[in-house]
């Protein structure tokens, strides 16, 4: 079976530029996550989408940061304008119903 | 609040001894609970979970996990640790209700003396 898969896996950007963070969940996975990891720090829920639907998306800066999710299976994640603090690894999450969550390996920003 | 508490941010132990990371939680109800562990450039992945049932889990790579109610506990433990279990190790806690977030704890940094 194949994992949750991200891409790019690195990027370094300038403060005020744009970024895109692609990904694709395990197949039959209806709840598909985007989690803002800060380097020493435990994960941080940014959004979470059930299908095309979000549940959650209390943390995502919204004056910044944009996703979405078509057709229920892949999502975006796009950054614009960066800045310094952005700078973290965005991990895409994927689950069944199980409430079990399946990571990818991540997606590294650095914001210069 | 809900939260997860991981009150030990870097152990050190050496190749062989025994090992217990701690995770405390604070939960209106008792909740789903997981282990992940990370290594370095990687992406997360699940160690064990508990959801009912007998409270002593067992996980992947000779992991096991005790969920203790009366003191809201999940502690992680391995018999013998090995070179390769150098990683950071997460503690998370889930609802029992459908479409709650899931929320981790801040981590434990484990390195492995040879």
């Known amino acids: 079976e194949a994992g949750v898969a991200q891409s790019p896996r690195y990027k370094i950007i300038e403060k005020r530029q744009s970024v895109a963070f692609w990904c694709n969940p395990i197949?039959?996975?209806?709840?598909l996550y985007w989690y803002q990891q800060i380097l020493g720090q435990g994960p941080k829920l940014l959004i979470q989408?059930?299908?095309?639907?979000?549940?959650?998306d209390s943390q995502l800066p919204k004056d910044r940061f944009s996703a979405e999710r078509l057709k229920g299976v892949d999502s975006t994640l796009k950054i614009q304008p960066a800045k310094l603090e952005d700078s973290a690894v965005y991990l895409c999450?994927?689950?069944?119903?199980?409430?079990?969550?399946?990571f990818g390996e991540g997606s590294w920003l650095t914001v210069v | 609040a809900q939260s997860v508490t991981q009150p030990d941010i870097h152990i050190t132990v050496s190749e062989g001894a025994s090992l217990e990371l701690r995770c405390n939680y604070s939960?209106?109800?008792?909740?789903?609970l997981f282990w992940y562990v990370q290594s370095p450039g990687q992406g997360l992945q699940l160690l064990l979970k508990?959801?009912?049932?007998?409270?002593l889990v067992q996980g992947i790579k000779g992991f096991e996990a005790e969920f203790k109610r009366s003191q809201s506990s999940f502690n992680l433990r391995k018999p013998s640790v090995h070179w390769s279990d150098a990683a950071e190790y997460f503690c998370?806690?889930?609802?029992?209700?459908?479409?709650?977030?899931?929320?981790f704890g801040p981590g434990t940094s484990l390195s492995v003396i040879p």
């Open positions: 999450a994927s689950s069944p119903a199980t409430h079990t969550i399946y």
């Open positions: 197949s039959g996975h209806a709840t």
């Open positions: 989408f059930q299908n095309n639907g979000v549940v959650d």
């Open positions: 939960y209106g109800a008792t909740p789903y």
């Open positions: 508990y959801f009912s049932g007998d409270t």
């Open positions: 998370a806690v889930g609802p029992k209700t459908s479409y709650d977030k899931v929320i």
